[in-house]
C-alpha cells in the first residue's frame, strides 16, 4: 500500500467527528447566528488546520462573542497530559476569528487538538471544547503522502441544499484519509448571490440555505465576510476541516469574476455601487486572511501574500501560485511582449528560484488557472481572455511568454519531477504536454490534471491552445452550461505518492468519490 497505515485511526476519531458534525448553530442552519451575550462563548463555526508542516501547523477558529482562544494538543483523544497553547484575543477587528501557530510538534505523528474559548474577563469561564485531529508531516520517505484537491464552492447560486445533504463532497473526500486538502480557488462566489430556490432543467426546484450576505454581490467587508462563513453552515464541511489540513489559494471568484488589478467596473453593472477593483480586493483579502489559517496573510506580512512552498517531506514540495493579485489586464492577449505576465516578475523569479532549490522528488505547481485551455472573458462585452491561452496555437503570445520562460527554466535547470494541478473550469480533465506537438519546443514534456467543481453549476469542456503542445487523454464535462450539482459533474482529484518506489499516482473522482481517470508517473523520468 502506498499511503502508511494508521491502525485504529477511524476509530479513534469516531468521536470528534461525530462532535463537528453535530454542531449546531443558535440561529438554525438557514441564517447566520446572532450572538448571544449571554453564558459562555461558543465556537460553533468548527475548527480548521493549515499549512500543517514537520513540527508546525496552525489552528483556527471563531468565536460568538470576544474571547480568548486556548489550544490544548495530545497523542491521543482522552487529552492525558495536554500541551497548552495560548491564542489571540478574538474581536470584533477579526470578525471574532482567530489563528494560533502550534510549534514543536512531534513529525509524522497524529496530533489530536481541542480548542477553548475563554471570557476575556474571566479565563476560568470557558465554552465547550471543540475538537479535531490532523497528521503532521513525515520526514520518513516510506511514509508515502496522499492529498486531495479541488475548487469552486457555492457557484453560480447553488449553495447549500439540505434536500440533498448540503455538500456531500466532503464526506467522499474525508473517507480517503488525506494528509491534506489543495484548495484551488473559488473557495466563495462573492459575486454569486444565493437566492432561496432555483429551477432545475426537467423540473423540480433546488432548495438552498440562504443569509443576508449573499442576497446580494459582496462589497463591503461584513458581506465577504459573510461569504465566507456562509460555506461553515454545512456539516459536512465543518467535519472535514476538522480533520484535514487545508492548502488554500484564491483565484477570481473571491472578490468578483475574472477581476485583475486596476479594473474599473463598468457603469451598467449596476450591482455595484464601488466600482474599484482594488477597493474590493483589499476587503475580499482582509476577510480570506480572516477565515482560513494562512500564517502569508496575518497581519504584518509582506503585501498579505498568497503565494508559498509547502515542503511535505522529502517527497512533495506544492508550489501555490496567486496568479490574481500580480496579473496584467485581461485583454486579446496577443501581444509579443509581456513583462507581467499572469504571475508578474517578482512571483516568477521566486518560484525558479525555490523550484531549483527543491529537493523533492515531486514538485507540484498549484494553480488557480490552467495553462492551455482557453478561457475567455466577456464580462465587459470584449473578447478578452482570462487564463494563460488564447486560442492561437502558434508561437508564445501574451501571458504564454511567461510561462514558456518558466518552462525553458525547468528544462534548462534539469529540474524533474513537475506536475501542474488546477480547478476553476468546472470540468476534469487531464491534459499531457509534448514539444513534438507545440509551436513552443524548448520544454520537457509535463501533465496537468484539472478537477472540480465541489459545489457549483458544471460547464462543458474548454477548448484546447496548440502552442506547448496538449493532448487531452481525459475530460469528462456536461454539454450544457451550469449543469446543477444535483445533475452530478462534481469532482476531486487524488494525488497518492508511495514511498517505497516513489511512483506517483493521480486519480480524478467524482462527487461520490468513485474514480473516473487513473495515471501512474514515474519519478525522475522524461516524457512520460
Not at 268 to 297: C, G, N, W
Not at 468 to 474: Q, S
Not at 485 to 493: E, I, R
Request: proline share 7%; with cysteine.
Amino acid at each position: 500500500m502506498s499511503h502508511r497505515p494508521l491502525p485504529g485511526r477511524r476509530s479513534v476519531l469516531r468521536g470528534s467527528l461525530a462532535a463537528s458534525a453535530a454542531l449546531t448553530l443558535p440561529a438554525g442552519l438557514g441564517a447566520a447566528p446572532a450572538f448571544a451575550r449571554s453564558g459562555r462563548p461558543r465556537a460553533d463555526w468548527g475548527v480548521q488546520t493549515g499549512d500543517v508542516t514537520s513540527d508546525s501547523g496552525l489552528v483556527w477558529v471563531r468565536a460568538d462573542r470576544p474571547a480568548r482562544m486556548i489550544v490544548e494538543t495530545a497523542a491521543t483523544e482522552s487529552f492525558r497530559d495536554p500541551r497548552r497553547w495560548h491564542g489571540p484575543l478574538l474581536g470584533a477587528g477579526t470578525d471574532f476569528t482567530g489563528t494560533t501557530r502550534l510549534h514543536g510538534l512531534p513529525s509524522g505523528e497524529q496530533i489530536h487538538y481541542r480548542v477553548l474559548l475563554a471570557d476575556p474577563d474571566d479565563p476560568r469561564r470557558t465554552g465547550e471544547p471543540v475538537t479535531g485531529t490532523f497528521r503532521t508531516v513525515s520526514r520518513r520517505r516510506r511514509d508515502g503522502v496522499r492529498f486531495l484537491w479541488s475548487g469552486d464552492l457555492a457557484g453560480q447560486g447553488w449553495g447549500i441544499n439540505p434536500d440533498l445533504g448540503g455538500y456531500r463532497i466532503y464526506d467522499a473526500m474525508a473517507r480517503l484519509d488525506p494528509d491534506f486538502f489543495l484548495c484551488s480557488g473559488d473557495n466563495i462566489y462573492a459575486d454569486g448571490p444565493i437566492p432561496e430556490t432555483q429551477a432545475l432543467p426537467g423540473g423540480g426546484t433546488w432548495r438552498n440555505v440562504t443569509t443576508e450576505e449573499k442576497a446580494k454581490v459582496a462589497e463591503t467587508l461584513a458581506e465577504y465576510r459573510g461569504n465566507f462563513r456562509y460555506n461553515l453552515l454545512d456539516a459536512n464541511l465543518r467535519a472535514f476541516n476538522a480533520r484535514v489540513p487545508s492548502v488554500v489559494q484564491w483565484d477570481d471568484h473571491e472578490v468578483r469574476n475574472n477581476w485583475y488589478p486596476g479594473e474599473v467596473i463598468a457603469t451598467t453593472d449596476t450591482r455595484y455601487t464601488e466600482k474599484s477593483i482594488d477597493v474590493l480586493a483589499a476587503r475580499a483579502r482582509r476577510a480570506f486572511s480572516e477565515y482560513f489559517p494562512l500564517p502569508t496573510l496575518r497581519p504584518g506580512a509582506r503585501e498579505g501574500r498568497v503565494y508559498r512552498v509547502l515542503r511535505q517531506g522529502p517527497l512533495l514540495d506544492v508550489f501555490v501560485l496567486d496568479m490574481r493579485t500580480y496579473r496584467n489586464a485581461n485583454s486579446p492577449d496577443d501581444q509579443t511582449t509581456d513583462p507581467r505576465g499572469i504571475l508578474g516578475r517578482e512571483q516568477l523569479e521566486w518560484l525558479k528560484r525555490e523550484l531549483a532549490r527543491s529537493r523533492a522528488v515531486w514538485k507540484v505547481i498549484a494553480a488557480d488557472m490552467p495553462i492551455g485551455l482557453v478561457v475567455p472573458d466577456a464580462t465587459e462585452g470584449r473578447p478578452n481572455f482570462e487564463a494563460v491561452a488564447q486560442g492561437d496555437p502558434g508561437a508564445p503570445l501574451g501571458r504564454e511568454l511567461q510561462i514558456a520562460e518558466l518552462l525553458r527554466f525547468i528544462k534548462h535547470r534539469r529540474i524533474t519531477g513537475t506536475l501542474w494541478l488546477t480547478a476553476d473550469v468546472h470540468h476534469t480533465s487531464a491534459q499531457h504536454y509534448q514539444p513534438s506537438r507545440a509551436a513552443f519546443t524548448d520544454f520537457e514534456p509535463f501533465w496537468e490534471f484539472v478537477s472540480g467543481p465541489l459545489n457549483a453549476g458544471a460547464f462543458p469542456a474548454s477548448p484546447l491552445d496548440g502552442t506547448f503542445g496538449p493532448e487531452r487523454v481525459f475530460v469528462k464535462a456536461p454539454t450544457a452550461s451550469n449543469v446543477s450539482p444535483a445533475g452530478g459533474y462534481q469532482f476531486f482529484g487524488e494525488v497518492d505518492i508511495d514511498g517505497d518506489s516513489g511512483e506517483l499516482t493521480v486519480r480524478l473522482r467524482e462527487q461520490d468519490g468513485s474514480v473516473l481517470f487513473s495515471r501512474t508517473l514515474q519519478p525522475g523520468r522524461v516524457g512520460q
